[in-house]
């Protein structure tokens, strides 16, 4: 059964492909998710991608409990209004009534800086650069999966420096040099970053900064952010050190988060009618081959010349799919659902012919390689698929970005969900609520530094401040 | 300050050196900690270590929800009587009243069999071959850093077979191919494999296989440990196939667990009057380079030689600690607590004479060696030190392995907490609960496959069925 069509019933293709291709399925939990060994392994090659780059960045990773004080997240103003509406809540454990409540983690800023109260009291204690990998907690009344659901996998930094300039280029390298690379070069998902308006930062937040990606439906993505909290954090957990002055300061800080809402993501970007195109540095198999063969005699023969083609691609994730029960085409269709890279097809006619058909699942095209350049061959191709996916989603992106001239204009791009929209805006929160009344959109970033305006916002004709992003967004 | 004496306060040493190595500390969450970076990076390196092991012996990761309804954990007779009165429970979550109480998880069968329900239908989708790295929660009454917190960390495999033989093979397997080798060859532990009596036996398990350490305290550590289930959860859960023959069957299966409370393990198995000594395997620096110079023209010299020593050590994770403000043996002291394998030594001396002094932190000795050998040397003293350690333990292991000649004398030795005890006994959890009033031992393990026996039981005289291990424990 094919597919729902991606131009009519984007959520129901979404929904579908998640489920055929195994990646995740609603649990026995409202909510939550059981997220499948095939998405999984998505998950653990993100994880690792971004691990490294964290720790090349000069980070260590360490671990915060789940369960913390209620009272704790109530000490940040902006942040207890924001989280408690979502928080689940302990009130029994070990057959008896807890004496204070305990919150299950949406965010831990309010545990960690109840702790770094006793680790900073010294600017030789700065700065602190930590980061844990972590399940969080959101209580969601429309969960979708991957992209929203009540508890996420995600890693979380929580970083404190001894100057604001100093926080501040932490939480502007964090969105450069680790969310935009991972999400560019491993997910080949090409991103816009910005700043966010003061009504979409993260509740505390000074500033959030963030990376928004365009999925094929022509709504936005945010697939990860970074906020520079000021003092904010430092002051409402009384976390005070002794500057090289030898005067008591608050620390500035950071947080940035990403989360495993982005191979909901990697499935809205790359997707097509056939299923998933994954790109091969997440993909769990980069090389499928297909066995085709009728009697016995050609069985062996075949199966022969495909485990020694595999062995040829030393070095990359090959599955033989020998599975008896099913017949090649079934297994073509389930591995282009899938979104394995590259097919290879090999039958009696190919072993003679010392040769191997290729079929690449980014441009759905075959070709016929011989046998001994087929090593080679599928490494190049590697480079070439992640590449070749994050040009199409470029073009994708970029001819989805529209600069209305009107009001009326921009009204109908967004209400129809066309893509990004580029227009100027004059700072003030009653336009953002106007556009999201009439259009659902939202101001998904502003530049990254703000720039000098000259025209007029394109909502209510007043002095523009600033050139903002604007679309509708999961 | 000098540590406490292992001999006198052996918890208030091992406390003190978890604190003051950085490892964890106690957290605002009454009972759960916090993994400091010194003992998370000990934790991936166990996690990548039996990671690998459990990808190489045939399983996937996947990942089941925290939250799941209480109900589900009331299925399993045996399971919801050990686990229930150790929940925490989730009564009120978004801002409002559940309609049912959600309990986080104390461990997976409830949840993972009311989703294997959905997945296995034939003999064709067994086996299931899953696990999950994952945090778990278990309400302690008397917590203790990384042995015995309310959450901790692990991984939990859970497979399902279409067999007995098939699923008691895996069972076995785990124990020996995954858990045994990860700690004898990356934490330097050496086991004994065994099976559990019926008390100690997991709940809802019919057969409980373990490994167990002894510690320096006398005292033994259960290190990991491999449930076969029968059709216990099958039936529970309501789960049953199609088999080969047409019949409709319940499906046998497994579980089986290894958490963060080996790095405790690892503390006091290895741990000296100095502090900890870490094998190579799971040491976060295999190596620190301490330059040691008085004037402004030693220093740059030294440090020059001691960045040349670093990049030799390819390969190796190194430490070069120029911190100024400290002095070079306040540097030894705290990096022999920490455990460090092998310190360098490098002063205007030895950069005089091309040479490096190298001290070794498991048999604490220093050794002059040729510059120009010393990136070999480090590379060949990581495997002999693993080797060292392993060999101390296992000899500190077999000196303190009894085998008592009377209930008096096996009495006294268990009492005593002096190590491991053998001895024959006769099945009946009535001796064991007399041992246990008694001495505060346990029975650890009976003989991997049971043994004919033609003695008496140490305990009751009665006709022995059993060789046991017994000892105080963790």
Known sequence: MSLPDQSVDFPGWYQEVVKRAEMAENSVTRGAMVIKPYGYAIWEFMQQGMDRRIKETGHQNLYFPLLYPLRLLEKEADHVEGFTPQVAIVTHAGGSKLEEPLVIRPTSEAVIWATYKN???????????????????????????????????????????????EAMAESKMILSDVYRTTVEEDFAMPVIPGRKSASERFPGAQETFTIEALMRDGKALQAGTSHYFGQNFSRAYDVKFQSRDGTEEHPYSTSWGASSRLIGGVVMVHGDEKGLRLPPKLAPYQVVVVP?????????????????????????????????????????????????????????????????????????????????????????????????????????????????????????????????????????????????????ATNRALTLEPEAMTTACIVCNNDAKEMALWAQAY
Chains 1, 2 share one sequence.
């Open 119 to 165: 680790w900073i009291q010294s600017y030789r204690d700065l700065p602190l650069l930590y980061n844990q990998w972590a399940n969080v907690l959101r209580w969601e009344m429309r969960p979708r999966l991957f992209l929203r659901t009540t508890e996420f996998l995600w890693q979380e930094g929580h970083t404190a420096h001894e100057t604001e300039q």
């Open 292 to 440: 085709i063969y009728k009697g016995d005699q050609d069985k062996a023969k075949v199966l022969d010349a495909c485990n020694a083609v595999a062995k040829m691609l030393d070095g990359l994730r090959v599955k033989i799919d020998d599975r008896e029960h099913f017949r090649p085409g079934y297994k073509f269709n389930e591995w282009e659902l899938k979104g394995v890279p590259v097919r290879l097809e090999i039958g009696a006619r190919e072993v003679d012919a010392d040769e191997v058909v290729v079929y690449r699942r980014d441009l759905g095209e075959k070709q016929t390689e011989r046998l001994a350049e087929v090593g080679e061959r599928a490494n190049s191709l590697m480079a070439e698929i992640q590449s070749t996916l994050f040009d199409q989603a470029e073009v994708f992106r970029d001819e989805h970005t529209h600069v209305p001239e009107s009001y009326e204009e921009f009204n109908e791009l967004l209400s129809s969900a066309a893509g990004f929209v580029r227009a100027p805006w004059c700072g003030e929160a009653a336009c953002e609520e106007k556009v999201k009344a009439e259009t659902k």
